[in-house]
Antibody
Framework: QVQLVQSGAEVKKPGASVKVSCKAS????????MHWVRQAPGQGLEWMGI????????SYAQKFQGRVTITADKSTSTAYMELSSLRSEDTAVYYC????????WGQGTLVTVSS | EIVLTQSPGTLSLSPGEGATLSCRAS???????LAWYQQRPGQAPRLLIY???SRATGVPDRFSGSGSVTDFTLTISRLEPEDFAVYYC?????????FGQGTKVEIK
């Protein structure tokens, strides 16, 4: 069965970077694009970007351009989302989500930015 | 960027009643690439509807989607206790993908 398992919660200081992983299993990793979506406490969903794990091409929301980097490691079927220059407003749960009509999402990773 | 506006913000209903949720786009959603998600507290979003009207695998038939161009609707025919949650629409026809702000369906 398809599973997306994300890395554990992180606490970071303002100005630092965080890298969240999303390990995929149960399907051919390179056959589906992977999205990253975040949700601040009590707020709605916000799309951050997408990667084609096959070729590594990416597309990012304008809001995160220059601060976010999404990568994929085909050898371990793992996608990564790195966000730099963290500020308190980046405190959120970060999700990976496989593209497609089946709607597979990771369990979410809470990133807390606090001094 | 396509802005999605959901209404109402909150819907207070009793189990067994029907619910109608609206999602309006600031410009045409190409290819009817509109999805609906359900999110319960502490859980990841669950895909209910894609392509504006197709139910995702395992979604009960009391959930239905309709609409096109800029106006879309999610209808829940008879609310079950597990249906009280927040619902989001999402367009995936053009980049950036965008979500509505959500409609909370709460128990009256």
């Amino acid at each position: 069965q398809v599973q997306l398992v994300q890395s554990g919660a992180e606490v970071k200081k303002p100005g630092a970077s965080v890298k969240v992983s999303c390990k995929a299993s149960g399907y051919t990793f390179t056959s589906y694009y992977m999205h990253w979506v975040r949700q601040a406490p009590g707020q709605g969903l916000e799309w951050m970007g997408i990667i084609n794990p096959s070729g590594g091409s990416t597309s990012y929301a304008q809001k995160f351009q220059g601060r976010v980097t999404i990568t994929a490691d085909k050898s371990t079927s793992t996608a990564y989302m790195e966000l730099s220059s963290l500020r308190s407003e980046d405190t959120a749960v970060y999700y990976c989500a496989r593209d497609g009509i089946e709607g597979y999402w990771g369990q979410g990773t809470l990133v807390t930015v606090s001094s | 960027e396509i802005v999605l506006t959901q209404s109402p913000g909150t819907l207070s209903l009793s189990p067994g009643e029907g619910a109608t949720l609206s999602c309006r786009a600031s410009q045409s959603v190409s290819g009817r690439y509109l999805a609906w998600y359900q999110q319960r507290p502490g859980q990841a979003p669950r895909l209910l509807i894609y392509g504006a009207s197709s139910r995702a695998t395992g979604v009960p038939d009391r959930f239905s989607g309709s609409g096109s161009v800029t106006d879309f609707t999610l209808t829940i025919s008879r609310l079950e206790p597990e249906d009280f949650a927040v619902y989001y629409c999402q367009q995936y026809g053009s980049s950036p993908l965008t979500f509505g702000q959500g409609t909370k369906v709460e128990i009256k």
